[in-house]
């Protein structure tokens, strides 16, 4: 008997230990915006474990957050608040041009049950002794925008803070993190810590990001997540946005080897992949959105230039016919590492290219007289100045 009861006492004492050892619940990716536009917003965040989560949002008045009961947006499905770790709650049904006030929420899901639901701990940001983040809707077109474009940081955050303060933040519009940010998706929280979390510190509370997917986001057990994180228009790596005078293609470039290679375990497939995109792509040039636009500017991690691997071998084959007839203004690109300018007419290129190096920043604006664009290295120096004239 006194066997059993120290069985039963150990067994007990073992489960304490366990439960009170377990990781608290939190969010483990801050929030960040995306697809900001003028009547809708999107807030990304992640939690270590399954979880509702909500937004509330508040006008940018004088009221405290807590003078009313404000609005709440779940992330859910057709109907069913999502109870995963990966949340993406989209706000609708905003004005132009405004400014609002949100704070964030997750609760815990113990138990999903067919017909009961436990629930733990809720974690939200504080708006009580802290202010509540904020963002600005777009407006009508504008005449003008900032944006700037850094790549292939591979989870470097100090190289990644320091690039980031050579812009002038107060008037960015919007981020493009093209590709390789980091080293592969096999550990979301690879992300988080590698740049997702300095991305919501630095910036992405308030201003939104687009994703161009490099090659190194190809990689890893949680490739398929890709799209949870950074969702778009399309719900595929490839998209379209406008602002201001800029109609923006964002490519992708797929894997830089053949498919066959050791490196993918026999489980790629970019080459169908990208003849499905280039068909997505001929429909894009030929619509009235791309063709009236007064630039038209893409963004793909890999150039279709340079040393020929296979990957790039097939974005030239199947993507360069299509752009090349198109009237591209400009080509932002990254993978290289290194500094480059190719003018129209190189490499059977009918359009500038812009490769950026993973140790600077391109700061840019456009206006209906020209994009210009200011290449900064990480102590503000600036390397190079390039401008393209309206058409």
Not at 286 to 311: C, D, F, M, Q
């Amino acid at each position: 008997m006194q066997t059993l009861k120290s069985i039963i006492f150990g067994l007990l004492l073992v489960t304490f230990i366990g439960l009170n050892a377990q990781e608290k619940f939190s969010l483990i990716c801050q929030p960040y915006l995306q697809n900001l536009t003028d009547s809708t917003v999107t807030v990304v965040m992640a939690t270590n474990r399954p979880s509702v989560a909500w937004v509330e949002i508040a006008p940018d008045d004088a009221s405290h957050f807590y003078a009313r009961e404000r609005p709440k947006y779940f992330d859910s499905l057709f109907g069913h608040k999502n109870t995963g770790t990966i949340h993406r709650v989209t706000v609708r049904g905003l004005k132009p041009d405004t400014k609002y006030r949100y704070r964030i929420y997750a609760r815990e899901v113990f138990d999903n049950g067919e017909r009961k639901v436990r629930y733990g701990d809720v974690v939200a940001s504080v708006v009580y002794g802290a202010e509540p983040y904020e963002f600005r809707t777009t407006g009508a077109q504008k005449d003008r925008i900032h944006f700037a474009i850094l790549n292939d940081i591979h989870e470097d955050t100090e190289k990644y803070v320091d690039l980031f303060h050579q812009i002038d933040s107060a008037s960015l519009d919007f981020m493009v993190l093209n590709g390789d940010m980091t080293n592969n998706m096999d550990r979301m929280e690879q992300l988080y810590n590698g740049y997702l979390n300095q991305t919501s510190k630095l910036y992405a509370r308030s201003i939104p990001f687009y994703m161009v997917r490099g090659n190194h986001e190809t990689r890893g057990r949680m490739q398929n997540n890709f799209i949870e994180q950074f969702p778009n228009t399309t719900g595929q790596p490839y998209y379209t946005f406008n602002s201001g005078p800029v109609f923006f293609v964002v490519l992708d470039g797929g894997e830089d080897k053949p498919d066959s290679d050791i490196e993918y375990c026999d489980l790629a497939d970019f080459d169908n992949y990208r003849t499905l995109e280039a068909e997505w792509l001929r429909g894009v040039v030929n619509s009235p959105e791309y063709k009236n636009a007064t630039y038209r500017v893409v963004l793909i991690h890999i150039p279709p230039v340079g040393r020929e691997w296979h990957g790039l071998g097939e974005i030239r084959r199947k993507f360069l016919p299509i752009l090349n007839k198109a009237n591209v203004d400009v080509m932002f690109s990254g993978h290289i590492h290194r500094h480059a300018l190719y003018t129209p007419g190189e490499e059977g290129v009918a359009f500038p290219i812009v490769v950026n190096s993973n140790n600077e920043i391109l700061d840019v604006t456009a206006d209906k007289k020209s994009i210009e664009i200011k290449v900064k290295a990480r102590d503000g120096k600036i390397t190079n100045n390039y401008s393209y004239p309206a058409r």
